[in-house]
């Protein structure tokens, strides 16, 4: 009965401190109460029955009434809480990744692109209460997913991304670009474009200072990060007869200048990524650095216990009630 149960009222509890009081007053009165009487012989008294040996079970049912009663007055009851969070601050995220040919160099396992696609998969998990989006570019650049809360359509457009989509080439300025216009319409406290790229803006027909300055005027913020390793790569640099590609080492360049330069504008933090490790942390820190103020409601309800107590006190009572009057009426 008491499984799971807790009590309103526990400081009742010290009044079964009078059970064991009461008991001390009954074997007292009891003895105080029993006549003695000299007799020749005990013939005739031998066979009483085995009523009067039960007679104290009469007190013993006033003391479990009294005992009932207390815990009914320590109010038991059962608590079932539950819980609802509310995001407060929201925060709407865009990937903007480079998918151009480069993306394949090895000096990240197994490749720049599968690299970073693993990283990201786990950031976006990490981001529950955050609306993310995607943008590829590479000669061009394009929305794969709009903004959206449904994890599982994000994770799928990821998976998704390849080399091959776009014409090859570094459009950063058309990457950027189509982030901000994914964010511009946004009502969220916070906007955020996380710009990825590993080489230098060679593409497109909007300038990357351009496309920051109109990240500026939608009040976005964008973190930049260079991705490659620093001095050669084993990089692609043609095609074999069989169509698969073929691979030497390349100077890696970056246009780090530039993308230090983007952030600081928007208000952003550049990051340079030379292996997976680096890049894994990078993701840990842009998730520490854009925090979601979430608020969590809980709700408490109590069903209150105390009645079946009081309905135990109240038999036991009625039932000394009855065997006294009754079958005990005689040994009273």
């Known amino acids: 009965m008491l499984e799971n149960v807790s009590f309103a009222n526990p400081e009742f509890f010290w009044l079964l401190l009078l059970l064991p009081l ?154 950027l670009a189509t982030s901000v216009n994914r964010l511009k319409e946004s009502k969220a406290s916070s906007k955020v474009i996380i710009l990825l790229t590993d080489g230098v803006n060679n593409s497109g027909f909007i300038e990357p200072q351009t496309a920051a300055d109109l990240a500026i005027e939608f009040g976005i913020k964008t973190y930049t990060i260079g991705l490659g390793t620093n001095g050669n790569a084993l990089s692609p640099i043609g095609f074999n007869a069989n169509g698969s590609y073929r691979y030497g080492m390349r100077q890696v360049e970056i246009d780090e200048e530039l993308l230090k330069d983007i952030a600081k504008v928007t208000g952003g933090k550049y990051f340079r990524a030379t292996d997976n490790e680096k890049l894994e942390t990078i993701y840990e820190e842009i998730n520490k650095l854009e925090k979601t103020e979430v608020e969590e409601f809980k709700y408490y309800k109590y069903e209150e216990k105390f009645r079946s107590w009081v309905f135990l006190a109240g038999a036991l009572l009625l039932l000394e009630w009855l065997l006294r009057n009754t079958i005990f009426r005689s040994f009273i």
């Open 22 to 175: 009461a008991v001390l007053w009954y074997f007292y009165k009891r003895r105080e109460q029993s006549a003695s009487l000299k007799i020749p012989t005990v013939k005739g008294f031998e066979k009483q029955g085995i009523l009067p040996k039960l007679k104290p079970l009469l007190f013993i049912m006033r003391l479990l009434a009294l005992a009932a009663i207390i815990t009914a007055l320590a109010r038991p009851q059962t608590e079932d809480i539950s819980t609802r969070t509310k995001t407060t601050k929201g925060i709407d995220i865009v990937m903007a990744i480079d998918v151009s040919s480069s993306m394949l160099t090895r000096d990240l396992k197994p490749n720049r692109l599968a690299a970073l696609k693993e990283v990201a998969a786990k950031f976006i998990k990490e981001r529950p209460n955050d609306r993310i989006g995607l943008v590829a570019y590479a000669g061009e650049g394009f929305t794969k997913t709009p903004i959206t809360s449904d994890k599982s359509i994000v994770l799928s457009s990821l998976r998704d991304i390849t080399y091959g989509q776009l014409n090859d080439g570094t459009a950063i300025g058309m990457g």
